[in-house]
């Protein structure tokens, strides 16, 4: 059984930071790209950014210079800096990673979810 258990979402003032943190735990064989996604109340889920094996990222334009996201693959965790919040930054945050598992026919990729803490910006 895989699991991802995100942590630090909250309430933060616009201008503040915030840090969340997704670790994941199971019978995990590997781990590919990780990432955060968001969804506003009335929105679609966007994608925050994404980090590669190779510590690659991509971000969304609206958060490029303020987000950063991070990888610590000997505690299975990646990391999301939230720094100058914004009013618009407000959403739940759910933490994504595509991880090779063992399945009934051998090994395979697959996309995994945290539960989504919620971010609030709000003065």
């Known amino acids: 059984q895989v699991q991802l258990v995100e942590s630090g979402g909250g309430l933060v003032q616009p201008g503040g930071s915030l840090r969340l943190s997704c670790a994941a735990s199971g019978s995990i064989l590997w781990f590919n790209a990780m990432g955060w996604y968001r969804q506003a109340p009335g929105k679609e889920r966007e994608l925050v950014g994404r980090i590669t094996v190779g510590v690659r990222t991509n971000y969304a334009e609206s958060v490029k210079g303020r987000f950063t996201i991070s990888r610590d693959d000997a505690k299975n965790t990646v990391y999301l800096q939230m720094n100058s919040l914004k009013p618009e930054d407000a959403a739940v945050y759910f933490c994504?990673?595509?991880?090779?598992?063992?399945?009934?026919?051998?090994?395979?990729?697959?996309?995994?979810w945290g539960q989504g803490p919620q971010v609030t910006v709000s003065s």
């Open positions: 994504n990673a595509r991880l090779g598992v063992t399945g009934p026919t051998g090994a395979y990729e697959s996309d995994y």
